[in-house]
């Protein structure tokens, strides 16, 4: 499983723009139809729990397993 930091590389490198920072980072992807893809990753070092990560990788930063190993 990923750490909190490689989510946090993987948005920077995928295009995610930074827009709050609170106790969390928010970024947020406008894609090319006007959708609006959301998600907030921990200031913490530890390791993304497995079911968390697979909620964030499917309904967050929506793309494959293979595709986030790629870009992070």
């Known amino acids: 499983m990923p750490k909190w930091k490689e989510i946090k ?12 920072t609170t106790d969390h980072f928010f970024y947020r992807k406008v894609m ?9 990753v921990s200031m913490g070092s530890g390791e993304v729990h497995s079911h968390m990560w697979k909620e964030i990788l499917r309904n967050q930063l929506q793309v494959s397993e293979e595709y986030f190993n790629k870009t992070k």
Do not use: N, Q
Not at 9 to 19: N, S, V
């Open 9 to 20: 590389r993987f948005c920077e490198k995928d295009g995610w723009e930074l827009y709050k």
């Open 32 to 40: 090319p139809d006007g959708t609006i893809k959301r998600t907030k």
